[in-house]
Nanobody, 114 residues
Framework: QVQPVESGGGSVQAGGSLRLSCTVS????????LGWYRQAPGKQRELVAV???????KYVDSVKGRFTISRDNAKNTVYLQMNSLKFDDTAVYYC????????WGQGTQVTVSS
């Protein structure tokens, strides 16, 4: 498996929560900082959260305090806990390394209704 496999998206009302999961190969997981990206219709794909192999995290300003990225080393999985969702969070969410070095997966759709 080279492409990440994302899951956990869905449709929620504003203020709701979702937890996204992304599984990658062990080789990729153990050697790279991993990030969650999103792409809304008509917009460029943007990096919203990153977690290093050591567990340090960074977030884009628009999600700080609402989203939490984490990684489970035993499962080669990175998570994105999204709380207090807003309409503007509607997008397809993808994971990749912080440098976008692996093929993109299918992504998972998040739709927030206001």
């Amino acid at each position: 498996q080279v492409q990440p496999v994302e899951s956990g998206g869905g449709s929620v009302q504003a203020g709701g929560s979702l937890r996204l999961s992304c599984t990658v190969s062990r080789n990729i997981f153990s050697k790279n900082a991993l990030g969650w990206y999103r792409q809304a219709p008509g917009k460029q794909r943007e990096l919203v959260a990153v977690i290093t192999t050591g567990g340090d995290t960074k977030y884009v300003d628009s999600v700080k305090g609402r989203f939490t990225i984490s990684r489970d080393n035993a499962k080669n999985t990175v998570y994105l806990q999204m709380n207090s969702l807003k309409f503007d969070d509607t997008a397809v969410y993808y994971c990749n390394t912080d440098l976008r070095t692996v093929p993109w997966g299918q992504g998972t759709q998040v739709t927030v209704s206001s």
